[in-house]
Nanobody, 125 residues
Framework: HVQLVESGGGSVQAGGSLRLSCAVS????????MAWFRQTAGKEREGVAS???????ISADSVKGRFFISADNAENTLYLDMNDLKPEDTAMYYC????????????????????WGQGTQVTVS
C-alpha cells in the first residue's frame, strides 16, 4: 500500500521560490510514474509535472522553465522546485504515483496515477 505525504507548502510573494517534498512509502513496483498535480477552487486537478523511475520528465507549459520535478531514490522522496512563483500558481498541490509496466513517458493525465497524497497548500500573493 503506497503512502504519500507532502510538505513544504506555504505563503510566498510573487517571484519567490518554494520546494515541495513528498515522502513515499510502500512503493513495491519497479516501473512507475510520479507526478505533482494542483487544484484550485472550482477547477479540475491540473497535472504540473511528471517523472518516470528512469528520470524522464514532462511539465505543463504553464510551469515550464519555472518548476522542476526530481526524485531522490535513496531517500524515497519526490520534489517539486518552484521558481518565479505567480499568483496563478496558488493551489493545493498533490503528490501522486501509479504503476506503469510499459516503457513510455508518464503523462499529466489522472489516469496514470492510482495513489494520491493529502496535499500541501501553496499561496502566492
Amino acid at each position: 500500500h503506497v503512502q504519500l505525504v507532502e510538505s513544504g507548502g506555504g505563503s510566498v510573494q510573487a517571484g519567490g521560490s518554494l520546494r515541495l517534498s513528498c515522502a513515499v512509502s510502500g512503493l513495491t513496483y519497479s516501473r512507475y510514474c510520479m507526478a505533482w498535480f494542483r487544484q484550485t477552487a472550482g477547477k479540475e486537478r491540473e497535472g504540473v509535472a511528471s517523472i518516470r523511475e528512469m528520470g524522464i520528465t514532462i511539465s505543463a507549459d504553464s510551469v515550464k522553465g519555472r518548476f522542476f520535478i526530481s526524485a531522490d531514490n535513496a531517500e524515497n522522496t519526490l520534489y517539486l522546485d518552484m521558481n518565479d512563483l505567480k499568483p496563478e500558481d496558488t493551489a493545493m498541490y498533490y503528490c501522486v504515483v501509479g504503476p506503469r509496466p510499459f516503457s513510455t513517458p508518464c503523462t499529466l493525465g489522472t489516469g496514470d496515477y492510482t495513489s494520491w497524497g493529502q496535499g500541501t497548500q501553496v499561496t502566492v500573493s
